[in-house]
Protein backbone atom coordinates (compact mmCIF):
# COMPACT_ATOMS: atom_id res chain seq x y z
CA UNK A 1 0.00 0.00 0.00
CA UNK A 2 1.47 3.46 -1.23
CA UNK A 3 0.06 6.78 0.71
CA UNK A 4 0.87 9.57 -0.94
CA UNK A 5 0.92 13.39 0.71
CA UNK A 6 2.04 17.18 0.31
CA UNK A 7 -0.14 18.22 -2.83
CA UNK A 8 -1.42 21.91 -2.29
CA UNK A 9 -1.76 25.17 -4.17
CA UNK A 10 1.42 27.03 -4.65
CA UNK A 11 2.53 30.24 -6.89
CA UNK A 12 4.17 29.49 -9.85
CA UNK A 13 8.14 29.74 -9.26
CA UNK A 14 7.68 28.05 -6.34
CA UNK A 15 8.15 24.44 -4.56
CA UNK A 16 6.40 21.48 -3.09
CA UNK A 17 7.56 18.51 -1.92
CA UNK A 18 5.26 15.87 -2.45
CA UNK A 19 5.53 12.04 -0.04
CA UNK A 20 4.73 8.36 -0.77
CA UNK A 21 5.08 6.02 2.30
CA UNK A 22 5.54 2.11 1.50
CA UNK A 23 5.38 -1.04 3.64
CA UNK A 24 8.88 -2.13 3.90
CA UNK A 25 9.04 -4.88 1.67
CA UNK A 26 7.69 -2.77 -0.85
CA UNK A 27 10.40 0.11 -0.67
CA UNK A 28 13.41 -2.33 0.36
CA UNK A 29 13.17 -3.92 -3.23
CA UNK A 30 10.85 -2.15 -5.51
CA UNK A 31 11.14 0.89 -8.20
CA UNK A 32 9.29 3.83 -7.22
CA UNK A 33 7.68 6.22 -9.44
CA UNK A 34 5.66 9.55 -9.17
CA UNK A 35 3.05 9.74 -12.44
CA UNK A 36 1.05 12.67 -13.08
CA UNK A 37 -2.17 13.56 -15.04
CA UNK A 38 -4.00 16.96 -16.21
CA UNK A 39 -7.41 16.72 -17.25
CA UNK A 40 -7.27 16.09 -20.51
CA UNK A 41 -4.07 14.78 -20.66
CA UNK A 42 -2.35 11.26 -20.43
CA UNK A 43 -0.58 10.32 -17.54
CA UNK A 44 2.85 10.31 -17.37
CA UNK A 45 6.20 9.34 -15.60
CA UNK A 46 7.42 12.25 -13.91
CA UNK A 47 10.20 10.60 -12.12
CA UNK A 48 11.70 7.15 -10.98
CA UNK A 49 14.10 5.60 -8.36
CA UNK A 50 15.52 2.38 -7.96
CA UNK A 51 16.19 0.52 -4.99
CA UNK A 52 20.20 1.23 -5.39
CA UNK A 53 18.46 5.07 -5.78
CA UNK A 54 19.26 5.36 -10.08
CA UNK A 55 17.04 8.14 -10.89
CA UNK A 56 15.08 8.92 -13.64
CA UNK A 57 13.46 12.07 -14.87
CA UNK A 58 11.00 13.02 -17.42
CA UNK A 59 12.41 15.75 -19.82
CA UNK A 60 9.61 18.33 -18.85
CA UNK A 61 11.08 18.37 -14.93
CA UNK A 62 14.55 17.83 -15.40
CA UNK A 63 16.54 20.38 -13.40
CA UNK A 64 13.39 21.38 -11.18
CA UNK A 65 12.70 18.47 -9.73
CA UNK A 66 14.40 15.88 -7.64
CA UNK A 67 13.39 12.29 -6.12
CA UNK A 68 15.05 11.11 -3.66
CA UNK A 69 13.94 7.46 -1.21
CA UNK A 70 14.64 7.72 2.76
CA UNK A 71 15.08 3.94 3.70
CA UNK A 72 14.62 4.46 7.40
CA UNK A 73 11.51 6.03 6.67
CA UNK A 74 10.31 3.49 4.07
CA UNK A 75 9.10 6.91 1.94
CA UNK A 76 9.60 8.29 -1.50
CA UNK A 77 10.07 12.12 -1.57
CA UNK A 78 9.42 14.09 -4.81
CA UNK A 79 11.19 17.53 -4.56
CA UNK A 80 9.56 20.08 -6.95
CA UNK A 81 10.83 23.58 -7.36
CA UNK A 82 10.57 26.46 -10.38
CA UNK A 83 7.01 25.07 -10.64
CA UNK A 84 5.04 26.03 -13.46
CA UNK A 85 1.38 26.46 -14.47
CA UNK A 86 1.84 23.48 -16.86
CA UNK A 87 3.11 21.09 -13.71
CA UNK A 88 -0.92 20.86 -12.10
CA UNK A 89 -1.95 17.39 -12.05
CA UNK A 90 -2.66 14.80 -9.66
CA UNK A 91 0.02 13.15 -9.11
CA UNK A 92 0.38 9.63 -7.80
CA UNK A 93 3.13 7.36 -6.78
CA UNK A 94 3.41 3.85 -7.82
CA UNK A 95 5.82 0.87 -7.15
CA UNK A 96 6.99 -1.96 -9.31
CA UNK A 97 10.26 -4.97 -8.69
CA UNK A 98 10.79 -4.24 -12.32
CA UNK A 99 11.90 -0.46 -13.86
CA UNK A 100 9.90 -1.52 -17.43
CA UNK A 101 7.06 -1.90 -15.69
CA UNK A 102 7.63 1.53 -14.22
CA UNK A 103 8.93 3.21 -17.42
CA UNK A 104 5.45 2.00 -19.22
CA UNK A 105 3.31 3.05 -16.90
CA UNK A 106 1.98 -0.16 -15.67
CA UNK A 107 3.26 -0.58 -12.19
CA UNK A 108 1.30 -3.28 -10.06
CA UNK A 109 1.13 -0.55 -6.98
CA UNK A 110 -0.47 2.85 -7.25
CA UNK A 111 -0.74 5.41 -4.52
CA UNK A 112 -3.94 7.56 -4.30
CA UNK A 113 -3.31 10.59 -6.02
CA UNK A 114 -2.70 13.88 -4.56
CA UNK A 115 -3.64 17.42 -6.08
CA UNK A 116 -1.04 19.86 -7.52
CA UNK A 117 -1.86 23.47 -8.40
CA UNK A 118 0.15 25.79 -9.58
CA UNK A 119 -1.02 29.23 -10.21
CA UNK A 120 0.61 31.31 -12.81
Not at 14 to 34: E, H, K, N, P
Not at 95 to 100: G, K, M, S
Amino acid sequence: QLQASGGGLVQAGGSLRLSCAASARTFSSYVMGWFRQAPGKERELVAAVTWRSTTYYGDSVKGRFAVSRDSAKNTVYLQMNSLKAEDTAVYYCAADPRWLSIRTGTPNSWGQGTQVTVSS
